[in-house]
């Protein structure tokens, strides 16, 4: 259960408008996981196959309750517009509601309209970090405006406003010769375990008899404590679904100024292309005091993070005992965990045509994504499914997989680093097509002709777990993947 779901139940309108990492297919959309309304992006980041084709921030195409369409102008504006709105109307009908609102900027690719970068440049920073900081200013500025609408409409003193990060920085300003922040005196970067990896801002807007005046609270919190606070401030029921119990605790009694908030041990892994879950792989112990960080079960290293805030002075050999027991509490939490891995295949079922697609648009413009396209799926609705095998997606328009692609022009938008569709998409002599289903030992040849958008082949699929792999061929023999597949249940 995620934390929409709780906000559902309580009778909240939900909105979600911006990049969502969990999911691109049925039932992992967020229309599937308890939002009503849904603006955003594929499940992937700028450039990759499953995010919407040749989208570059600017006049973007978008995911909308699981229909794609196109909007006018900056995605960061976009998502904003789409999130007032969405709260005008909730309280236009008297509805309560939740949105989350996770913007995808500041990220590489940061591109942004050249008259943004100048204030930047003019103040002597390079390119990358001029489109950070002005990636960074779109947001604070629509923040404003996300504000005075709640004050306009007199939802202040009835609203919690909260703003945080998902990790640290893509693009820290390092103090020379060393992995240090030279402003936030933090270690490391986003992706790593050091405290520049992790450790974010966070703030919060609200009633003043809710929250107390404005202050800074400096006990050792987390995300996890946020959901069991919304459940004890706003009195959600926990959804008939939940099973497992929540980690973090209420954040209800600092905002009083109670100071009965005792010290817990918490943990973190970074394991992105790890085959997991495993441990000890880029694991993490913390407390308010200590951090003790895993690269693998023989190699550790022990930080007293209130002495050493850049994680400097490694205590693993000095502090024997705080070692040992930090250790053990890890011992603890992984014996504690469920370790069978959640399936990762994509779903094919009667309530949503399934995307799938493979390598970077970059590369599929370039044809260079492999020879072949597998994939495992589950079946969970037995039926004929039409398998449609693509080289362009279905939103680039009516274009035939034998031809090529100009590059796309965006004048309004500033290229940062790489676009995909700033380069030429190339044309192939392809012939046919072949789908191959190992479980049966079958391989099925269709002819392309000039003009043929797709090639389709009708399966009749069992529930159950499925696995198949395509191929284009062209004149010459070879073979290469197709980048886009789709499948949909016919009857």
């Given at each position: 259960?995620?934390?929409?779901?709780?906000?559902?139940?309580?009778?909240?309108?939900?909105?979600?408008?911006?990049k969502?990492?969990?999911?691109?297919?049925?039932p992992r959309?967020?229309?599937?996981?308890?939002?009503?309304?849904?603006?955003?992006?594929?499940?992937?980041?700028?450039?990759?196959?499953?995010?919407?084709?040749?989208n570059?921030?600017?006049n973007?195409?978008?995911?909308?309750?699981?229909?794609?369409?196109?909007k006018?102008?900056?995605?960061?504006?976009?998502y904003?517009?789409?999130?007032?709105?969405?709260?005008?109307?909730?309280?236009?009908?008297?509805?309560p509601f939740?949105?989350y609102l996770?913007?995808?900027?500041p990220?590489?690719?940061?591109?942004?309209?050249?008259?943004?970068l100048?204030?930047?440049?003019?103040?002597?920073?390079?390119?990358?970090?001029?489109?950070?900081?002005?990636?960074?200013?779109?947001v604070?500025?629509?923040?404003?405006?996300?504000?005075?609408?709640?004050?306009?409409?007199?939802?202040?003193?009835?609203?919690?406003?909260?703003?945080l990060t998902?990790?640290?920085?893509?693009?820290?300003?390092?103090?020379?010769?060393?992995d240090?922040?030279?402003?936030?005196?933090m270690?490391?970067?986003?992706?790593?375990l050091?405290?520049?990896?992790?450790r974010?801002?966070?703030?919060?807007r609200?009633?003043e008899?809710?929250?107390?005046?404005?202050?800074?609270?400096d006990?050792?919190t987390?995300?996890?404590?946020?959901?069991?606070?919304?459940?004890?401030?706003?009195?959600?029921?926990?959804?008939a679904q939940?099973?497992?119990?929540?980690?973090?605790r209420?954040?209800?009694?600092?905002?009083?100024?109670?100071?009965?908030?005792?010290?817990?041990?918490?943990?973190?892994?970074?394991?992105?292309?790890v085959?997991?879950?495993q441990k000890?792989?880029?694991a993490?112990?913390?407390?308010?005091?200590?951090?003790?960080?895993?690269?693998?079960?023989?190699e550790?290293?022990?930080?007293?993070?209130?002495?050493?805030p850049?994680?400097?002075i490694?205590?693993?050999?000095?502090?024997?005992?705080?070692?040992?027991?930090?250790?053990?509490?890890y011992?603890e939490?992984w014996?504690?965990l469920?370790?069978e891995?959640?399936?990762?295949?994509?779903?094919?079922?009667?309530?949503?045509?399934?995307?799938?697609?493979k390598?970077?648009?970059r590369q599929?413009?370039?044809?260079?994504?492999?020879?072949?396209?597998?994939w495992?799926?589950?079946?969970?609705?037995?039926?004929?499914?039409?398998?449609?095998i693509?080289r362009w997606?279905?939103?680039?328009?009516?274009?035939p997989?034998?031809?090529?692609?100009?590059p796309a022009?965006?004048?309004d938008?500033?290229f940062?680093?790489?676009?995909s569709?700033?380069?030429?998409?190339?044309a192939?002599?392809i012939?046919?097509v072949?789908?191959?289903?190992?479980?049966?030992?079958?391989?099925?040849?269709?002819?392309?002709?000039?003009?043929?958008?797709?090639?389709?082949?009708?399966?009749?699929l069992?529930?159950?777990?499925?696995?198949?792999s395509a191929?284009?061929?062209?004149?010459?023999?070879?073979?290469?993947?197709?980048?886009?597949?789709?499948?949909?249940?016919?009857?």
């Amino acid at each position: 259960m995620i934390m929409p779901q709780y906000f559902k139940t309580a009778g909240y309108q939900t909105g979600m408008f911006g990049k969502w990492h969990l999911g691109g297919n049925y039932p992992r959309r967020p229309m599937d996981r308890g939002f009503d309304h849904w603006v955003g992006l594929g499940n992937g980041g700028l450039g990759i196959s499953d995010d919407l084709w040749d989208n570059d921030r600017m006049n973007d195409r978008y995911w909308q309750n699981g229909e794609v369409v196109s909007k006018e102008g900056f995605c960061t504006d976009v998502y904003f517009k789409e999130a007032i709105s969405f709260a005008q109307k909730a309280k236009t009908k008297n509805n309560p509601f939740f949105i989350y609102l996770p913007t995808n900027v500041p990220h590489r690719d940061n591109n942004v309209p050249s008259a943004w970068l100048t204030p930047y440049l003019d103040a002597g920073c390079n390119l990358d970090q001029a489109a950070f900081y002005a990636g960074i200013e779109r947001v604070d500025l629509n923040m404003g405006r996300l504000m005075k609408f709640l004050d306009q409409e007199n939802l202040t003193d009835s609203t919690l406003l909260l703003f945080l990060t998902d990790n640290g920085s893509i693009l820290p300003q390092r103090k020379p010769g060393t992995d240090i922040d030279r402003i936030s005196g933090m270690r490391g970067m986003k992706g790593k375990l050091y405290e520049g990896g992790h450790r974010v801002p966070c703030f919060i807007r609200g009633p003043e008899e809710v929250l107390g005046k404005p202050r800074d609270i400096d006990p050792f919190t987390a995300h996890l404590d946020l959901l069991p606070t919304f459940i004890e401030l706003c009195g959600l029921a926990k959804p008939a679904q939940t099973i497992h119990s929540l980690d973090g605790r209420s954040l209800l009694t600092l905002f009083q100024g109670k100071k009965t908030w005792q010290d817990r041990t918490l943990f973190l892994h970074h394991q992105n292309g790890v085959k997991g879950p495993q441990k000890y792989e880029e694991a993490a112990v913390l407390t308010s005091h200590w951090r003790l960080i895993y690269h693998s079960e023989k190699e550790y290293e022990l930080y007293q993070i209130k002495e050493d805030p850049s994680q400097q002075i490694d205590l693993s050999a000095e502090n024997p005992k705080m070692l040992k027991h930090l250790q053990k509490a890890y011992e603890e939490f992984w014996d504690s965990l469920d370790h069978e891995e959640a399936s990762q295949r994509p779903i094919l079922s009667r309530h949503a045509t399934t995307h799938l697609s493979k390598g970077w648009q970059r590369q599929i413009r370039q044809a260079k994504i492999g020879n072949r396209s597998a994939w495992e799926v589950e079946v969970a609705d037995s039926g004929t499914y039409r398998i449609e095998i693509r080289r362009w997606p279905r939103e680039a328009g009516k274009i035939p997989m034998q031809s090529g692609l100009p590059p796309a022009q965006e004048p309004d938008i500033q290229f940062i680093g790489g676009k995909s569709g700033d380069i030429k998409g190339v044309a192939l002599d392809i012939e046919s097509v072949e789908l191959t289903t190992p479980q049966n030992r079958k391989t099925i040849k269709r002819k392309v002709s000039s003009g043929d958008e797709a090639v389709s082949f009708d399966l009749n699929l069992s529930k159950g777990d499925f696995e198949f792999s395509a191929s284009m061929i062209l004149a010459n023999g070879q073979k290469m993947a197709p980048a886009y597949i789709y499948a949909t249940v016919l009857h």
